[in-house]
């Protein structure tokens, strides 16, 4: 087990010397629903990132998915009860730090950072797309302006950060909706043809998707709705996280699922042949089904659905990399830098250096890195989960926490899932991976194992520790 760092019950402005710095409680389950469902970003996932699947899948594509949701209740299960365990704005990293070890949870905190770091930057440049019915702009620009946008709205306090994205979450569900109404009501094919498994070869004919390309999907489909994780990033900032974290989770991850299952099956049902569905081009469709303003209108509202997922991205990434300077991960110098805090409570320092980068991001082509989220997703995942069999021993078995059912059948069968899909994977992709992952193994070989008493000390809140 790693060590903790009890800090002392001090004031949000206090200096970086007199221990480590806590975020203020200011958000409920509503809110912190609003901010995680924003990072799930329903709307500009439907549009950004389900094509591609299509263009694999074909009508395969609602089933990985709706795999993928159930995969990923028993995930959410998890992430809620080491959530309300270990209620920690370092996620992942601080609740497999405490129950798996410290080298566990810096693994994990990498792979995590690489998903937060990559994500937010390939959606952004995906705003160009949608604002084509009235400017064209270059993609590259355009994503880099989005994270900036995004940069200078997470140096807000979080509880205006939760209206703000609020109501573009609600533009974004109108869309989604929209897209629903139109796909059931233009539908082309019955409900047999979602399990058909067909997608349109290089010649327009109709190729069979096997078993194995489904499995090969779902590393996606996972990626799709693991938004709900920021949950337990907010955790320190929500109110009574012994209870809200749990409710937050479980919430996002039904809403969410339902807000993206049901347009793709609507977009499946919808499209006219199925060269045209695995073409994946959601826009034209739309615009098909109805008239060009109502293709506009979703456009615009698919633009705003990814500025909206750029701020709660970068207001999760800056939670991350605050709580690792806090928790001592870098070098002294870098952690007093990292850990400030704002005029409005938020880690004005860690929101910049997350935000700048993922605007020059921007620039670099990153068409390979969906694949390598997908493993770091997976990766991520199986390590929570073995903290989830390992969240009952010891004085964590007496502690007040959420508790997931059928414990401990769920973290093991969710490890046997995980580590399968993985071995499913493009080897590419698992090297790029791996590759970075080795190096950060060396990271905490060569510095952090060898100053253990003064480096990596996952710090818990005083108030929220069982």
């Known amino acids: 087990m790693t060590d903790t760092l009890r800090p002392v019950a001090t004031p949000v402005a206090q200096a970086p010397d007199q221990g480590p710095q806590k975020l203020k409680r200011s958000i409920g389950v509503v809110g912190g629903t609003l901010l995680t469902l924003s990072c799930v970003t329903p709307a500009s996932t439907l549009f950004v990132v389900v094509p591609d699947l299509f263009g694999t899948l074909g009508t395969a594509t609602a089933v990985t998915i709706a795999i993928g949701s159930l995969l990923c209740i028993a995930v959410a299960f998890c992430y809620s009860e080491l959530g309300t365990l270990i209620p920690s704005a370092g996620g992942e990293y601080a609740m497999v730090s405490t129950l798996a070890g410290r080298l566990a949870g810096w693994l994990v905190f990498v792979l995590s950072l690489l998903v937060v770091m990559i994500v937010p930057p390939v959606i952004a440049m995906g705003t160009a797309d949608y604002l084509a019915p009235i400017v064209h702009l270059d993609p590259s620009m355009t994503g880099a302006g989005v994270m900036l946008l995004a940069t200078l709205a997470g140096l807000l306090d979080l509880r205006a950060n939760a209206w703000i994205t609020g109501i573009f979450l609600v533009l974004e569900v109108i869309a989604a909706a929209l897209v629903a109404v139109l796909g059931f009501s233009h539908g082309h094919r019955g409900m047999g043809s979602l399990v058909s ?3 349109a070869g290089a010649d327009g004919h109709a190729d069979t998707v096997t078993a194995m390309l489904v499995v090969s999907g779902l590393a996606i489909a996972l990626f799709i709705t693991q938004g709900f994780s920021t949950a337990v990033y907010l955790s320190e900032e929500l109110e009574n996280p012994r209870r809200s974290v749990a409710r937050t989770v479980l919430a996002t991850l039904a809403i969410s699922s339902v807000i993206i299952l049901v347009p793709v099956v609507a977009i499946t049902l919808g499209a006219s042949d199925l060269s045209e569905l695995t073409g994946g081009d959601i826009g034209s469709m739309v615009t098909a089904w109805s008239n060009t303003a109502v ?11 990814i500025i909206n997922a750029g701020i709660v991205m970068v207001i999760q990434n800056s939670r991350v990399l605050f709580a690792s300077a806090r928790d ?16 409005f409570g938020s880690p004005w ?12 991001l921007c620039f670099v082509n990153l068409d390979t890195l969906y694949g390598v989220t997908g493993v770091s997703v997976t990766g991520m995942y199986l390590l929570v989960a073995v903290a989830a069999l390992l969240s009952r021993r010891g004085a964590h078995r007496h502690t007040a926490a959420w508790r997931m059912p059928l414990w ?8 046997v899932v995980l580590a399968y899909i993985l071995t499913q994977q493009d080897t590419s992709y698992l090297l790029w991976t791996g ?12 510095y952090l194992r060898p100053r253990k008493e003064t480096r990596w000390l996952v710090s818990l809140p005083e108030d929220e520790q069982g």
């Open 197 to 199: 498994m067909e997608v």
């Open 295 to 305: 293709g506009t209108f979703v456009s615009l509202c698919v633009a705003l659905a």
């Open 328 to 343: 001592k991960a870098w070098p002294e110098p870098v952690n007093a830098v990292f850990s400030k805090l704002g005029r």
């Open 349 to 360: 320092v860690a929101t910049l250096a997350v935000g700048v980068p993922g605007a020059l």
């Open 408 to 415: 401990p059948a769920v973290p093991v069968l969710l490890i």
């Open 435 to 446: 590759g970075i992952t080795a190096v950060a193994t060396l990271y905490w070989a060569l």
